[in-house]
């Protein structure tokens, strides 16, 4: 009898130190992020199923990165790459160069902190190999629920 009354008086002292706070009331609340922009084009690359390199005995995918440059508009909410080929070479081959396009290219880009990028109107998700020879769009939602709808597109593909 004594031991389950230690028991419960036991269970009923962890219950009420975990579901006790040490925060003090009145703290000043931290403001939310409101920013709803894509800051940078981190990158566009063109993956390939490498030839010599493999793991056991299966090719592995490979990727090279295009060189590009971007401006990005905050006002009309777009950002628009110039993407260049790079020369091939003993990983990248002429074959593989030859098969590049802006069809079938990765598209990798940075948005404000603490806001997230979701593909709107069909398009494709970020970071995947898709077809960019036409815009697509983007709702970039900031920390606060704020959101934009961003147009992102290739607008030379150059080899």
């Known amino acids: ?5 230690f028991k419960y008086s036991l269970i ?4 009420t130190l975990m579901f006790s706070s040490c925060l003090k009331s009145d703290l000043d609340d931290l403001p939310e992020y409101e920013d709803n922009n894509i800051v940078s084009v981190q990158r566009v690359e063109y993956r390939f199923v490498g030839s010599t390199t493999t793991v056991n005995g299966d090719p ?3 990727f090279v990165t295009l060189r590009n440059s971007s401006t990005i508009d905050t006002k009309s909410k777009t950002v628009s790459i110039q993407v260049t080929v790079p ?3 003993s990983t990248f081959t002429e074959s593989e160069r030859a098969k590049c396009s ?3 290219i990765a598209v990798m880009v ?5 806001a997230r990028i979701t593909p709107a109107s069909g398009s494709p998700d970020l970071g995947v190999p898709a077809d960019w020879s ?10 606060d629920g704020s959101t934009e709808t ?5 607008t030379n593909f150059s080899k």
């Open 102 to 104: 802006v069809n079938n």
């Open 110 to 114: 940075q948005a404000s902190t603490a």
């Open 87 to 89: 020369a091939a070479n």
């Open 134 to 143: 036409s815009p697509h769009q983007y709702v970039v939602k900031a920390a």
């Open 12 to 15: 009923l002292a962890l219950a």
């Open 60 to 62: 592995i995918v490979q």
């Open 1 to 5: 009898m004594i031991m389950k009354l």
């Open 150 to 154: 961003w147009t992102i597109q290739v």
